[in-house]
Nanobody, 118 residues
Framework: QVQLVESGGGLVQAGGSLRLSCAAS????????MGWYRQAPGKQRELVAG???????NYADSVKGRFTISRDNPKNTIYLQMNRLKPEDTAVYYC????????????WGQGTQVTVSS
C-alpha cells in the first residue's frame, strides 16, 4: 500500500501562485510515475501534470507555461508550482500514483482544495 498526502491548497486571487506538495509513504518502491489531477464541481477529474521517476514531465494544455511539476526522490515528494492562476483553475487537486507492480491499481491522495477568486 502507498499513502499519498497532499498539502498547500488554499484561496488565492487571480494571477497569484500556490505550491502543492504530495508526500508518498508506505510501499514506495511499487510506484514510479506520479501526477496531479483536478476535479471541478460538475466536471470530470482531469490530468493536470505527470512526472516519471527520471523527471520526464507532461502537462495539460490548459496549464502549460503556468504550472510546473517536480519531484524530490529522496523525500518521496512531488510538487506542483502553480503560477498565474485563473478562476477556472479552481478545483480539488489530487495526487496520483499508478502502481508499477499491480496492474490496474492506482493510489490517490485525499485531495486539496484550490480556489482562485476573480
Amino acid at each position: 500500500q502507498v499513502q499519498l498526502v497532499e498539502s498547500g491548497g488554499g484561496l488565492v486571487q487571480a494571477g497569484g501562485s500556490l505550491r502543492l506538495s504530495c508526500a508518498a509513504s508506505g510501499s514506495i518502491f511499487s510506484i514510479n510515475a506520479m501526477g496531479w489531477y483536478r476535479q471541478a464541481p460538475g466536471k470530470q477529474r482531469e490530468l493536470v501534470a505527470g512526472i516519471t521517476i527520471d523527471g520526464s514531465t507532461n502537462y495539460a494544455d490548459s496549464v502549460k507555461g503556468r504550472f510546473t511539476i517536480s519531484r524530490d526522490n529522496p523525500k518521496n515528494t512531488i510538487y506542483l508550482q502553480m503560477n498565474r492562476l485563473k478562476p477556472e483553475d479552481t478545483a480539488v487537486y489530487y495526487c496520483n500514483a499508478p502502481s508499477a507492480q499491480a496492474m490496474g491499481v492506482t493510489y490517490w491522495g485525499q485531495g486539496t482544495q484550490v480556489t482562485v477568486s476573480s
